[in-house]
């Protein structure tokens, strides 16, 4: 199992990036999938996720309104369209997965075993 993110980089205020999770050894519909983010000095922090047992998406509040999590199961790959990035945003990205999280509980990162690389996303002026 493996992931590849990337999709990260230099943006201003009130900009848009596309990240991208690239998935091998497994089907992005057959597993949880969740984005995480890390900033400098914090935690890392569970941002958006599909769950193994049904159908939602989830999110964080802070990302709410402004982040859309999808997957295209022909390109086997986990997106995640981000809109209104604010300096808050600034984080290193990474994807994991996991056979199994119910519900919002993709959100949280104790349980997933596999993750990518990261790819940091910058916002600034």
């Known amino acids: 199992v493996q992931l590849q993110a990337s999709g990260g980089g230099l943006v201003q205020p009130g900009g848009s990036l596309r990240l991208s999770c690239a998935a091998f050894?497994?089907?992005?519909?057959?597993?949880?999938i969740g984005w995480f983010r890390q900033a400098p000095g914090k935690e890392r922090e569970g941002v958006s996720c599909?769950?193994?047992?049904?159908?939602?998406?989830y999110y964080a509040d802070s990302v709410k309104g402004r982040f859309t999590i999808y997957r295209d199961i022909a390109k086997n790959t986990v997106f995640l369209q981000m809109n209104g990035l604010t300096a808050e945003d600034t984080a290193v990205y990474y994807c994991?997965?996991?056979?199994?999280?119910?519900?919002?509980?993709?959100?949280?990162?104790?349980?997933?075993?596999?993750w990518g690389q990261g790819t940091q996303v910058t916002v600034s002026s």
């Open positions: 050894g497994f089907t992005v519909d057959r597993a949880a």
């Open positions: 599909f769950s193994t047992t049904d159908s939602n998406t």
């Open positions: 994991a997965t996991v056979n199994f999280a119910h519900a919002d509980a993709c959100l949280r990162i104790t349980g997933y075993d596999h």
